[in-house]
């Protein structure tokens, strides 16, 4: 199993909702809702209609950052980044029945997040992108190859998700190195027709 993950981006006319259809629509069943800058009132307002759009398709819903949005309208999880809630401190507000998913750049992140709860990883940037303004040291296949060789020392189970400036020339090395998924977003709105570049791209990944 090789799982896509989209995570919502806009375009000067495509808005965060559409990102999200665009992504069903092209087969893929997992969408993060990431709205970095937008008011509550917009995001809460966005993630309930993007919320509605993922149970039509059956897709899992994760909202970025906000814990207490997730549990109020019944989002499927939250993920949360590196400056974001700790995880231990989401896992006892949310319970074990919401999903949580943590970003990570090296072996020790995934070791924590493990410890404190989190049911995925977020591990990247595999290379330069433009969608994160903070970017963490870039890993790369070799990066990928030496966190998974050092999880498997330690006998460490926990979904990997690669992310950070994939494309879908990336995704067979990206499957051979053994991670579990990736996560993708401005490369599908960028090309001339998304709909069918996420569609290639889940054929790639089956």
């Known amino acids: 199993m090789f799982d896509v993950q989209f995570i919502t981006h806009f375009t000067a006319s495509i808005s965060y909702l559409d990102s999200a259809r665009i992504a069903l629509e092209g087969g893929c069943r997992w969408v993060q809702l990431r709205m970095k800058d937008a008011s509550e009132d917009e995001l809460k307002a966005t993630a309930i209609r993007v919320q509605d759009l993922c149970r039509q398709y059956g ?4 909202v970025d950052d906000h814990v207490d ?16 809630m700790p995880i231990k401190e989401a896992r006892e507000r949310l319970g074990k029945g919401f999903i949580i998913g943590g970003t990570a750049n090296t072996f020790e992140d995934i070791r924590q997040h493990a410890a404190d709860g989190a049911d995925y990883i977020g591990c990247g940037p595999f290379r330069f992108t433009t969608t994160k303004q903070k970017l963490s040291p870039i890993l790369g296949l070799d990066g990928y190859r030496s966190i998974l060789a050092r999880m498997k020392e330690e006998g460490l189970s926990i979904p990997v998700v690669g992310i950070g400036g994939i494309t879908r020339k990336d995704i067979p090395a990206l499957k051979a190195v053994g991670l579990s998924g990736i996560a993708l977003s401005g ?7 998304p709909v069918r570049e996420m569609e290639t791209i889940i054929r790639l990944t089956e």
Do not use: Y
């Not at 897709?59 to 994760?62: D, L, P, S, V, Y």
């Open 187 to 193: 490369g599908i709105l960028k090309a001339g027709n």
């Open 59 to 62: 897709a899992t819903f994760i």
């Open 69 to 84: 949005l997730v549990k109020q309208i019944g989002a499927d999880g939250v993920h949360l980044g590196k400056l974001d």
